[in-house]
């Protein structure tokens, strides 16, 4: 906004020179002003008249431009100093329903997998698997013996009944009494055998036949064969017997020893007719 040209100020005319009344005293502190002086810079044109509205100055023609500008201000915009701010605008965030769901299926696919990695992970029933029975030792009916008792007569240091814990053999047997003697035919013997509760073990010396329940294999004549003591070999010499029969004959004692010759039709392959023509060659 451009400012205005300056007015031309016409000076003021002569004032008169006012009468001192003699009646009003004078103040000394207040200064007697002189007549006010012209400013030369000023060029006074006599022909232009005098706007008593307009100011005069530098300060005075600011003033005015700036309620100018005010006033202009407040027609188009109002009083600023009374003006009520707008209300803030609230943003909300809305989310399609297509991305809600994308979110929701994920959300399950999360929780499921772990869900399954967790019953995964847990701990199931402790499973106890049976334990074997041991093998190889002499069976017992009742379950309860602990130990045999043996009659070891013969070529021995120290002929006798002797006492061994259940499981025993022949060797064990002939050692407990004393051990063989220097003329002991052992050989004649199945040291490894599995002792009887109640046998008798004859130890022989040499030209002598050995009997009882520990022969090796059957005597001459008469003499029966052992089932307990008996090796497989002589065992397939029997008539009607042969390899695959003798084969389980020892099996069969080796798991539970015969304690009588009927026991030989819990042998599977021998029949009732079998067993009757065996009754007369073995014995236990």
Same mark, same amino acid.
């Given at each position: 906004?451009?400012?205005?040209?300056?007015?031309?100020?016409?000076?003021?005319?002569?004032?008169?020179?006012? &009468?001192?009344?003699?009646?009003?005293?004078?103040?000394?502190?207040?200064?007697?002003? &002189? =007549? #006010?002086?012209?400013? &030369?810079?000023?060029?006074?044109?006599?022909?232009?008249?005098?706007?008593? !509205? @307009?100011? #005069?100055?530098?300060? =005075?023609?600011?003033?005015?431009?700036?309620? /100018?500008?005010?006033?202009?201000?407040?027609?188009?915009?109002?009083?600023?100093?009374?003006?009520?701010?707008?209300?803030?605008?609230?943003?909300?965030?809305?989310?399609?329903?297509?991305?809600?769901?994308?979110?929701?299926?994920?959300?399950?696919? #999360?929780?499921?997998?772990?869900? @399954?990695?967790?019953?995964?992970?847990?701990?199931?029933?402790?499973?106890?698997?049976?334990?074997?029975?041991?093998?190889?030792?002499? !069976?017992?009916?009742?379950?309860?013996?602990?130990?045999?008792?043996?009659?070891?007569?013969?070529?021995?240091?120290?002929?006798? +009944?002797?006492?061994?814990?259940?499981?025993?053999? +022949? +060797?064990?047997?002939?050692?407990?009494?004393? *051990?063989?003697?220097? $003329?002991?035919?052992?050989?004649?013997?199945?040291?490894?055998?599995? @002792?009887? $509760?109640?046998?008798?073990?004859?130890?022989?010396?040499? %030209?002598?036949?050995? /009997?009882?329940?520990?022969?090796?294999?059957?005597?001459? %004549? $008469?003499?029966?064969?052992?089932?307990?003591?008996?090796?497989?070999? =002589?065992?397939?010499?029997?008539?009607?017997? *042969?390899?695959? @029969?003798?084969?389980?004959?020892?099996?069969?004692?080796? $798991?539970? &020893?015969? =304690?009588?010759?009927?026991?030989?039709?819990?042998?599977? %392959?021998? *029949?009732?007719?079998?067993?009757?023509?065996?009754?007369?060659?073995?014995?236990?």
């Amino acid at each position: 906004m451009r400012d205005p040209a300056p007015p031309r100020v016409t000076p003021p005319a002569a004032v008169p020179a006012v &009468p001192v009344d003699p009646a009003v005293p004078v103040d000394p502190a207040v200064p007697v002003d &002189p =007549a #006010v002086p012209v400013d &030369p810079a000023v060029p006074v044109d006599p022909a232009a008249p005098v706007d008593p !509205a @307009l100011p #005069v100055g530098p300060v =005075a023609r600011t003033t005015a431009a700036l309620q /100018v500008a005010a006033v202009g201000y407040t027609a188009a915009h109002g009083d600023p100093t009374t003006r009520t701010p707008a209300p803030r605008r609230r943003v909300r965030w809305t989310v399609s329903w297509q991305v809600g769901a994308a979110a929701g299926l994920v959300v399950l696919l #999360v929780a499921g997998g772990v869900a @399954l990695r967790t019953v995964s992970l847990a701990p199931g029933p402790a499973v106890v698997l049976p334990v074997p029975a041991p093998s190889g030792t002499a !069976a017992d009916p009742t379950g309860a013996a602990a130990e045999v008792v043996v009659d070891v007569v013969g070529a021995v240091a120290a002929p006798g +009944v002797v006492r061994l814990p259940a499981g025993s053999r +022949v +060797v064990d047997a002939i050692a407990a009494a004393g *051990g063989a003697s220097a $003329d002991a035919q052992v050989s004649a013997l199945n040291l490894a055998r599995l @002792l009887v $509760d109640g046998e008798q073990i004859a130890v022989p010396r040499p %030209g002598e036949q050995a /009997v009882g329940a520990g022969a090796a294999t059957a005597g001459a %004549g $008469d003499e029966l064969l052992d089932l307990n003591g008996a090796d497989e070999a =002589a065992l397939d010499a029997l008539p009607g017997i *042969g390899p695959v @029969l003798a084969g389980r004959i020892v099996a069969h004692r080796e $798991d539970r &020893p015969f =304690a009588s010759v009927d026991e030989l039709a819990d042998v599977t %392959g021998i *029949g009732p007719t079998l067993l009757e023509r065996l009754r007369e060659l073995v014995r236990v």
